[in-house]
């Protein structure tokens, strides 16, 4: 028997053609490989939240399961924006998150400028640096505990060592006007190197052509920098801003561990203060109603801030 | 480099980064290496003042973090007779003996019960969802992947007191299976996030290739495309285990005895007679130094994983 190519091509395809019926069609495989996902996510991110919102408009409390929940409007609402403690405690938010920005951008900036030199061995300390950065912040958190320690503590003899002063005659945590300036040290430390990493990446993203360019035109150093480096580097900076903002915004482990709020409640964030409102206080459908405020100030800042970041990146 | 160049720093330059960079990187390395050194203190030398940099090593904060031990009397001492093992031996120096074991072994079991199990969880769920977005037409695209990154800006306390009542409604709380759950449900938006760059990056060529070899769609999946991103499925599931690691606002709030992980324990280790450093230290240390092994073997895709994707090298 003699057979071509061509037959043997012909007998093989409607096979392959045939397997390919059996198996699933795109469009289902595309819902069976999103829908669990998303089900999840309903289930334990926007069930919850909606919940939370029905929540809010109520008396209801997890301790008195028994009694009888009313609903009551927007009260809750509208005694959280006249509570005094709650403003306290979004000043305290509001002087951390700008304190911690402030402090990571010029940092981190500065060490990814210094690293691009491009130095030997700029590998090896940029891992070094990025170390903090990984590790549990409530574990750490408890540990910087003891380095603030007045006596014995690692960061009061050093503070101690270069200032001259006694190092058992300050608290980190336990004085009123230091305890806001030790959480946002710690934050720092861990989180610098975030700020740098994306720095770094801003600034290896530039062409060296750019530069050159700007060489031949004669444009002096400083200019080169103004006009080149932090105009290119600026979307980078944004970006690392938008998610420190975020993630101080929710702030709550480190903070936990470090002061536990204190010493009164000066350093208590408003994740803090919430938890107290809701896991000390039980007034659930009252700590809804700050939950949500929450939310919502997260997600319109955050909206506004990505608005004003793709403008800066389209230009 | 023989060849002048504008734009290669001159050695100078070089030197003063380098040197500026290596004393910030020393100084904020020195809490990690006091952490380790700490740990290996006697309880005495820990709070030494000054600060003491020499020391004679001991295990004793090991055995501390690990036990629980009673002081007794020395009638009491003598009844029990003598220390039989070298973690005894330790402990009777101070006049203590070993009452039990303490909870931190259980609490490090279920922290790594409940990172891996979340962790797995959220590779399968998030490599599906995340070929699904690259490959092929979902309705809704870009609102659904919005969707899910937003899920990740609520702060845990906001959602953790509806969690907690459907916890208890569902018989969850306290259990390993809904704090996977939970866990996988906030590292999942990273998940698909990251796993979508990755997928996005393997040249559709080569599944096409496979189409038309006769392999299904779920065969390309399988054989093409899951090999092709396993660097990407491996850095994901390592920044899912640390973030899960972690986690401690929801451990905090949703578990007590039964599924309590190491981070709400090791701030609450105290010894016989007030907070016992070095056994704090030795806690801290178990639990952090694989995190820094993980972030060392991740070097090079660090910045994708806390950006989400958002900043590739």
């Given amino acids: ?315 | 480099m023989s060849s002048y160049s504008v734009t290669e720093p001159s050695l100078r330059q070089k030197w003063s980064a380098g040197i500026l960079v290596v004393l910030y990187a020393l100084i904020t390395i020195l809490p990690l290496v006091w952490i380790i050194a700490t740990s290996f203190k006697s309880p005495s030398d820990a709070i030494a003042y000054p600060p003491k940099t020499f020391f004679t090593p001991t295990v004793e904060g090991y055995v501390n973090v690990f036990t629980t031990r009673t002081r007794l009397s020395e009638e009491q001492l003598q009844a029990v007779g003598e220390p039989q093992t070298w973690y005894d031996r330790l402990v009777r120096k101070d006049g203590l003996v070993i009452s039990g074991p303490s909870r931190f072994a259980e609490r490090f079991t279920n922290s790594v019960i409940i990172g891996f199990g979340s962790t797995v969880l959220c590779i399968v769920l998030g490599t599906a969802a995340a070929y699904a977005f690259s490959r092929f037409k979902v309705p809704l695209k870009d609102d659904l992947l919005f969707f899910i990154l937003s899920t990740r800006m609520m702060p845990p306390i906001a959602v953790a007191i509806p969690i907690f009542l459907m916890f208890r409604a569902l018989g969850l709380s306290d259990t390993h299976a809904g704090m996977i759950l939970l866990y996988t449900a906030v590292n999942l938006s990273l998940s698909v996030w990251l796993l979508k760059g990755f997928i996005d990056e393997i040249p559709i060529e080569y599944e096409e290739a496979a189409l038309i070899d006769g392999y299904t769609r779920l065969q390309a999946f399988y054989k093409v495309v899951l090999p092709q991103a396993a660097t990407g499925i491996a850095s994901t599931a390592i920044f899912c285990l640390i973030f899960a690691w972690n986690e401690y606002a929801f451990a905090v709030l949703l578990t007590s005895g039964n599924a309590q992980t190491a981070p709400p324990f090791i701030p609450t280790i105290i010894g016989v007679s007030g907070q016992d450093w070095p056994a704090v230290a030795a806690g801290a240390t178990l639990f952090l130094v694989p995190v820094m092994v993980f972030t060392i073997l991740l070097r090079k895709h660090l910045l994708r994983g806390i950006t989400f994707g958002a900043v590739r090298k």
């Fill in chain 1, 1 to 315: 028997m003699l057979q071509s190519s061509v037959d043997r091509v012909a007998e093989a395809t409607p096979r392959a053609i045939t397997r390919r019926m059996h198996g699933l069609s795109d469009r289902a495989l595309a819902w069976l490989f999103v829908a669990p996902s998303i089900v999840l996510l309903l289930a334990v991110n926007i069930f919850p939240l909606i919940w939370t919102i029905r929540l809010s408009f109520t008396n209801f409390r997890v301790n008195r399961p028994n009694a009888e929940v009313e609903f009551v409007g927007l009260k809750n609402y509208l005694s959280i924006l006249s509570d005094r403690d709650i403003w306290l405690s979004m000043q305290a938010t509001a002087h951390f998150l700008i304190w911690t920005i402030v402090l990571q951008v010029l940092i981190g900036f500065t060490l990814a400028y210094l690293i691009n030199k491009k130095f030997r061995g700029n590998d090896l300390w940029t891992t070094i640096i990025v170390l903090p950065m990984m590790l549990s912040p409530a574990v750490v958190g408890n540990f910087w505990t003891f380095l603030y320690q007045p006596q014995i503590g690692l960061f009061n003899y050093a503070v101690g060592f270069l200032t001259g002063a006694d190092p058992s005659s300050f608290s980190m945590i336990g004085d009123v006007s230091l305890a806001p300036w030790a959480i946002i040290i710690v934050d720092t430390w861990m989180w610098t190197p975030f700020v740098m990493l994306i720095c770094l990446a801003g600034l290896r993203s530039i062409p060296a052509s750019i530069y050159e360019a700007a060489e031949c035109d004669r444009a002096s150093k400083w200019r080169q920098f103004w006009t080149i480096t932090v105009p290119l580097v600026l979307p980078f900076l944004m970006l690392a801003v938008l998610f420190r903002g975020i993630e101080n915004f929710k702030m709550f482990d480190l903070v936990v561990q470090l002061t536990g709020g204190g010493p009164g409640s000066i350093t208590e964030l408003t994740s803090i203060n919430l938890k107290r409102e809701a896991f000390e206080k039980w007034r659930t459908g009252y700590a809804s109603a700050y939950a949500v405020i929450l939310f919502v100030t997260v997600f319109g800042l955050a909206s506004i801030y990505v608005k004003a970041l793709n403008k800066v990146k389209q230009r």
